[in-house]
């Protein structure tokens, strides 16, 4: 990491990320959205970017990077965002994705999605953490279906989707196909 971003910089997305501000713009912007490319080329900056224009509090549908949900979101904090990425296998509990994982290795998740909020083109790097199960989306299932800030949009950002195993990859099926509002 040589550099550090401007706030909500995208490097290289210019007609891609145009595109978007023009859909949120127009309230046309869908429930769902794949965002697929090469390793590095941006997909989760652009989504993190998305995901504070839907919810900044200012007017132009651009994140502005002052408000209190843009702060939240360039830190991965706001209550509105649920992240989903591969985990050490540690349990075999259906509904807790964090069941069983051991203080060094939540301390090694900690240090990597540090890293992702330094550094949004980061690629976290989770010792033996090879698929995403269904407790994790059983987890965000439950956690969307719950109200969260009335005026902000839910966002769910699968980071490296393809390591959905078959069973979460259906239970996210029937997330897709009926959403919750917002």
Not at 12 to 28: F, H, K, W, Y
Not at 63 to 69: E, L, S, V, Y
Request: contains cysteine; positive net charge.
């Amino acid at each position: 990491m040589v550099e550090t971003l401007k706030t909500f910089q995208i490097i290289g997305q210019e007609q891609t990320r145009q595109t978007m501000d023009t859909l949120i713009g127009s309230g046309r912007f869908g429930h769902a959205h794949i965002l697929s490319g090469h390793s590095g080329v941006g997909k989760d900056a652009l989504a993190f970017y998305i995901a504070a224009a839907l919810n900044c509090k200012n007017a132009d549908n651009k994140p502005c990077g002052n408000c209190i949900a843009c702060r939240q979101f360039l830190n991965l904090e706001h209550p509105a965002l649920h992240l989903v990425f591969a985990l050490p296998r540690r349990s075999a509990s259906q509904t807790d994705p964090f069941s069983g994982i051991k203080d060094q290795e939540m301390n090694q998740i900690n240090v990597e999605l540090a890293k992702k909020v330094e550094w949004p083109y980061y690629h976290l790097q989770i010792q033996a953490a090879n698929d995403i199960r269904i407790s994790g989306i059983r987890k965000l299932r439950k956690d969307i279906y719950l109200a969260s800030d009335p005026g902000a949009t839910r966002i769910v950002l699968i980071l490296r989707a393809h390591k959905l195993n078959i069973e979460a990859a259906n239970a996210l099926l029937k997330i897709l196909e009926e959403p919750p509002k917002g």
